[in-house]
């Protein structure tokens, strides 16, 4: 009861949205009476998120294009006169040996997992600043908090969002913006499949690999949508992964010594 009142009536963006987690929290925000626009490239995951949840708004975005971006937010804007939450969320994996991959590629994830949530950040928060509020909720990574051996390139860019957006929220504070970042450990969806691996690398049996048991999208949209209500700094989960940053914060060298020089070798990640 509480959590609806907190997310009714709010216009929400998700990039994202199609599928994994942002689809999750795309429903769960719907469910508790937000107007959810999911921004995603993919037109199939938009109509099948529609089709089961009619009240969702499908916008075909590639977030990687600044022009269209701002014109999702324009649109936005022109339409509801306002916009309370963006959580930007779209992104892919690449992995495999740093040295192996192709700078087309490194681009690539440059442009869609950072570049988007600066985008998604600048165009949002420039309406939440002359609107007084605002929540902008930007999607990083354990891997963003620690390092990830043979996908150097993700866990960097992850890096930079969770350093970028933990020095933002504090300046937004000041025009009553909020900002808070996302630290999912492993997560239910399809972007393992979907990664980009360099050579033979193969990121989903390297994530199984690990041993961990994923979460599903939908517990990781609840812990999302309860650190948005908290406002937390970041949100965290599941609850091993706070102990694992913990553990990392502490004693970064134990800690790599003992579970992530392990990862790096290459058979690590191969049947
Ligand atoms: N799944 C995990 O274990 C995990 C762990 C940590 C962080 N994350 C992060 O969570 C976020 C969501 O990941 P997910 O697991 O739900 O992945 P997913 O592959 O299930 O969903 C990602 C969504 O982003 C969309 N997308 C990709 N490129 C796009 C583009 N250029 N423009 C617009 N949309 C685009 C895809 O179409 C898809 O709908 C990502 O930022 C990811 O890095 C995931």
Known sequence: MKE????????????????????????????????????????????????????????????SQQ????????????????LDIIVNNAGIGLAGDFNQ??????????DINYWSVIYGTKFA???????????????????GAMP?????????IKHAVLGFSHSLREEAAHYGVKVS????????????????????????????????????????ARAILKGIIANDRSIIFPRINRVTLWFYRLMPNIFTRLFVTPLAKPESATP
Do not use: C
Not at 186 to 204: E, F, G, I, P, R
């Open 101 to 110: 991959t192709s700078l087309a590629d490194l681009e690539k994830i440059t």
């Open 4 to 63: 609806k009142s907190q997310f009714e009536n709010k216009t929400v963006i998700v990039t994202g949205g199609a599928a994994g987690i942002g689809r999750a929290v795309v429903e769960a925000l719907a469910a508790r009476g937000a107007l959810v626009y999911a921004a995603d490239i993919n037109e199939a995951g938009l109509k099948a998120i529609t089709d089961s949840v009619p009240a969702v708004i499908p916008v075909k975005l590639n977030v």
């Open 181 to 220: 970042t996302v630290l999912p450990g492993m997560v239910q969806s399809d972007m393992w499949d979907s990664a980009v691996n360099v050579k033979d690398y193969n990121l989903k049996k390297s994530m199984e690999n690990t041993g961990l048991k994923p979460i599903s999208a939908h517990d990781a």
């Open 148 to 156: 990830v051996p043979n996908q150097s390139m993700y866990s960097g």
């Open 67 to 82: 022009q269209d971006f701002q014109q999702v937010i324009d649109q936005v804007l022109a339409d509801q006169g306002h």
């Open 125 to 143: 928060y420039a309406q939440m600043i002359k609107q007084g509020h605002g929540h902008i909720v930007n999607v990083s990574s354990s891997g």
